[in-house]
């Protein structure tokens, strides 16, 4: 039986592992060289919040307290700068939530605020996400002045039935209108789509490809929708296409993408030669990102440790303790060193994501950790067909990718060693 595979990308690719058992490894992380450097800015107000989602975001206020948001946010990464002293930002991700609410003086502000604390290189991509009920022209147009070059819209679908049974603001027709406007300003697009809809069949699934491509996008992200505990949609569960028609949706993405000369290059990734998301694939090749703003999550090296931290997930509260904190209390929901025995299992739920892999140099570059400590499970998961016998990468197979849970899981650990 097939098991599971866990087709969404969450923004912040924050794994959740399981309690590992202990490799025999040695008690300390060594790292020779630091990875690239990633900023995560986390945006929590949306319109109105979907029944499907479980992302840190909550329906906003009458009014968006963007000054006090701002402030806070500047105040989160001074307090993290000592951090990531001495390193250059190579991509910045603002997601949400509904950062394309921030009027355009916010994101300006927001994106001086960064560059006055932090390095940036100069070709950064820089991403912001966006509701296609939230989009016009006028602040596309300031954004991509203030330095965005990429948009991250969620269109979903195009079927303005699916939409509603989504909760979603817009309909097909403000969803083409926002990719128009989004392609006119910035440099990169990506589209969100969602597939297994309820009511959704196989046909209305190739349309809404279709439909995409169309616009002549180089990224598609395509998330198989997925109920999340603690969501509307958990309580009051719609009525969904079954696994068949599932599995005949996932086949017609993979066969419709190739043809049109995409690269399916992560579980739900899909990119023109030269479009990948640099930011996304930095998570995936177990590269640092601090995250500041409500409930974000980083990851960050040091040559001795890797250490995992995640911000307070209420706005309210988050913003409260950077600019009037009470004491003892902190903005700092966890600040925690991952031990070592757990950052096999971490690196290959990341890395094992990715369609080509990663070079297999890069598992002792990452996590510090000899090769050895892996030769078990490495063997093992050769032997099941799981991954590729090729010694220089670190890549799923066919099988492996379709077994994907199965595949990371053997990296949990040997309680034997
Ligand atoms: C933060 S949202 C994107 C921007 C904006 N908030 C929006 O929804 O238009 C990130 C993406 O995650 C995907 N997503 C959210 N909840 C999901 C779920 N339960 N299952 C699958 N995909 C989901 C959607 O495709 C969504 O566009
Ligand atoms: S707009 Fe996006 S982040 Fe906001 S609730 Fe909907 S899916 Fe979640």
Not at 127 to 143: C, D, H, I, M
Not at 232 to 238: D, E, I, L, N, R
Not at 407 to 417: A, K, N, V
Request: proline residues 9%; contains cysteine; charged residues 20%.
């Amino acid at each position: 039986m097939p098991i599971s595979i866990p087709i969404r990308v969450a923004h912040q690719a924050a794994p959740k592992p399981k309690l590992a058992m202990p490799f025999a490894v040695p008690g300390q992380t060594i790292l020779t060289s630091l990875p690239p450097l990633a900023l995560y800015v986390h945006v929590p107000w949306c319109v109105r919040k979907c029944p499907y989602c479980d992302f840190n975001s909550h329906a906003a206020p009458d009014t968006l307290p963007e000054a006090r948001y701002l402030e806070a946010l500047a105040a989160d990464l001074d307090q993290s700068l000592p951090l990531v002293w001495g390193r250059k930002v190579v991509s910045i991700f603002i997601g949400g939530g509904t950062p394309s609410m921030l009027s355009a003086e916010t994101v300006d502000a927001m994106l001086a605020m960064i560059r006055s604390r932090l390095p940036l290189l100069p070709d950064a991509e820089i991403t912001l996400e966006a509701n296609p009920g939230t989009v016009e022209a006028g602040r596309f147009q300031a954004y991509a002045a203030s330095g965005v070059n990429r948009i991250s819209l969620g269109i979903q679908s195009f079927d303005d039935a699916s939409l509603k049974a989504l909760g979603r603001i817009h309909d097909g027709n403000e969803a083409r209108a926002a990719i128009e406007i989004a392609q006119r300003f910035i440099p990169r697009v990506n589209l969100d789509l969602m597939f297994a809809l309820p009511g959704q069949t196989a046909d209305a699934c190739r349309q809404d490809l279709e439909t995409a491509l169309s616009f002549g996008t180089t990224h598609l992200s395509v998330y198989h929708l997925t109920m999340e505990p603690n969501t509307v949609f958990a309580k009051y569960p719609p009525i969904l296409p079954d696994d068949d028609v599932a599995f005949e949706m996932q086949d017609v993405i993979e066969e419709r993408m190739t043809a049109a000369g995409f690269e399916h290059y992560e579980v739900s990734a899909y990119a023109k030669p030269g479009a990948r998301c640099f930011h996304n694939q930095n998570y995936w090749e177990f590269g640092d990102y601090l995250g500041i703003g409500p409930g974000a999550h980083g990851k960050l090296s040091f040559h001795d440790r890797i250490l995992r931290e995640a911000r307070v997930r209420s706005p309210d509260t988050w913003m409260a303790q950077l600019l009037a904190p009470t004491e003892g209390a902190t903005h700092l929901a966890e600040s925690r060193v991952v031990p070592p025995a757990d950052l096999p299992f971490e690196f290959m739920l990341n890395a094992l994501r990715l369609s080509d892999g990663v070079p297999t140099a890069s598992f002792t570059e990452r996590t510090g950790l000899g090769l050895q400590v892996i030769s078990r499970p490495l063997a093992e998961a050769v032997r099941k067909g799981l991954l590729d016998p090729d010694p220089t990468r670190i890549k799923a197979t066919p099988l492996g990718a379709r077994f994907l849970n199965d595949l990371q899981e053997l990296f949990l650990g040997d309680p034997e060693t």
